[in-house]
DNA sequence: CTGTTAGCGCCTTCAA
DNA sequence: TTGAAGGCGCTAACAG
């Protein structure tokens, strides 16, 4: 196992000082042009490639920026994080991805591994996180920036919207269509200010109507179709039926809609189903979801320019909100007259 | 900005050195338990978080493996990535993740960006990379394993599947059912070995019968649901129409499941659809889809193993094949009668 | 079992 | 514009 060429080797090979080896890769325009051809065509002939380690501890910067998504499995995580990948990529930064299936232990956990790995920036996801995690970003002086929330009144940076006002508005145009017996699906609310914000809004916006979300109508379930489907099972065979289901995400509502067609369930005849995230399938599906458009890329785009921009020393807005469409498509009709 | 605690400042507070600090990290064993204690509260209460970079520089062990894939957004990778980490994680071993949009040019600045990040090992996808490429790997000493994939004979560690033969299967169980007019949706050849194979696996199967997989019959189209939707349309509206129609993956094969179902067109009354990989999804359409569960747990596991192994010098064999279950389901039924 | 002492490969003042 | 030289924080011999 041969040494890898060093920053020395293509100096020598170049008949110039380290130094200035150093300086064509991190500012060409500092050195004159005939060394930087003698230094780049050394590089090319021993094939030197930087040892980002080395580079990271003499600079202090490692260029790598972390990310802890709760799971990769939704593809609107994916998205997103491709989103910020890009932009990062563009400013020569490089994504560390790290999942904590929905466990702040775990995200803790994941958290500190990424920052003793040196990343110079971390993207979370919502606003619960461990204090000691943030205790650890604020000694450690590390930016970061929460996603998917929006909170004004909030000491952390965020980017993203305010789920309760979304999840309202969902709340707000099924009881304009007539709605009143309305069930929801959500997500754990243990520990995801996501989800719980959402039901927090449907409850708000229905009972600024006189109405209750009923216990038995509203059901926790985590985030996978097949959860979506036995919840709905559950809505549609216990007592009365209620006429619209809200559901936390587009996996927990396209497994209602087919739970619906499995059991007969005439969607939006019968009952009106709503999703919120608006993944690739909701329009595909038949009927097609109605539901929520996170905007995911602009998401990505702009963490990824907090981070940087705090990196480097720019100013950038600590908070930026994102508007969120209500999607209609045709899950969602009039309530049946009763 | 206050500086971060350094292993020189535990020692001090904990009364040894720094030598013996180190050791509480990486070799507990080594340390008298009193000793430890006294590191351990030092630790504690300093907030000591250990610096990777300077660890890495000497130890030159980074703790992280890369993976490079097409995708993120194709939720069979993410599940595979998840298995990947998992199995890297219990193993102290961190996961750098970046994707290549099925492009080799970027999967090659990808890959030059994770060695010069310093990764321990690789994981790829499919067996077509960049000459320079494997030349880097192989220069640096860095194991890797080509995953997607199983190639006896090929010169590159790798653990999967022989995607020819697979498709082979999918093609003969069609005949088997009577099919004769059989088209294909496949995703991207170029650069793509999975997908090349497994159109030359229809072919053989085909030609072994006889038949030809004529070729306004083979459309080839990126891995998503609008192109399977518009690709079956295709074949569907122009001149006769094929009785089976094998798609390159599920994506490809929920879009067409889902345009059938908009065109009217029965399925698999009129015809009878097929996809590769087994998302979550799939059983859960209407009709659910017939396809070949890929592996990609078990590919997971499998391919942290084995640069577990070469990392730390043990043996692991090069070359792994894990079985494909053909998953038969409600998208396919005999061909209808001439 | 523990301390001393060199580096790991690179960046970054500081002078020239 | 360039070179010399001292670390960055940690690990890994090597003594003791």
Chains 1, 2 share one sequence.
Not at 203 to 212: A, K
Not at 213 to 238: C, K
């Amino acid at each position: 196992m041969k040494r890898s060429p060093t920053v020395a080797d293509v100096a020598r090979l170049a008949g110039v000082s380290t130094a200035t080896v150093s300086r064509c890769l991190n500012a060409p325009g500092t050195v004159r042009p005939g060394a930087r051809a003698k230094v780049d065509s050394a590089i090319a002939e021993l094939g030197y490639v930087p040892d980002g380690a080395a580079r990271a501890l003499a600079s202090r910067r490692a260029g790598t920026i972390g990310a802890v998504v709760p799971t990769l499995e939704n593809s609107i995580f994916a998205k997103g994080i491709h989103s910020l990948q890009n932009r990062l990529a563009a400013a020569a930064n490089t994504l560390l991805l790290a999942s904590s299936n929905y466990s702040l232990d775990q995200e803790e956990h994941e958290i500190r591994t990424l920052v003793s790995r040196g990343v110079d920036g971390l993207v979370l996801i919502g606003t619960s996180h461990r204090a000691p995690v943030y205790e650890l970003l604020r000694r450690k002086s590390i930016p970061y920036v929460n996603t998917w929330t929006f909170d004004p009144r909030g000491p952390h940076p965020c980017v993203g919207f305010d789920n309760r006002q979304v999840a309202g508005r969902i709340a707000r145009y099924l009881l304009d269509l007539g709605h009143r017996r309305i069930a929801m699906i959500s997500g754990v609310t243990l520990d995801n200010d996501r989800a719980s914000e959402r039901v927090a809004g449907v409850e708000r916006t229905m009972s600024d109507q006189g109405l209750l979300l009923q216990a038995d109508w509203l059901i926790e379930r985590p985030y996978s179709i097949v959860d979506g489907r036995t919840a709905f099972h559950h809505l549609m065979s216990s007592g009365p039926r209620p006429s619209a289901v809200i559901c936390g995400n587009d996996v927990l509502a396209l497994g209602a809609v087919f739970e619906a067609e499995a059991m007969g369930v005439d969607v939006p005849g019968d009952v009106s189903i709503t999703g919120f995230d608006d993944l690739e399938l909701a329009s595909h599906i038949s009927p097609s979801l109605t539901t929520a458009r996170v905007p995911v890329e602009h998401m990505g785009i702009a963490a990824a320019d907090y981070l940087i921009s705090r990196i480097s020393g720019r100013t950038f807005p600590e908070r930026t909100e994102l508007e969120v469409q209500l999607v209609v498509r045709e899950t969602t009709g009039r309530a049946p007259d009763e």
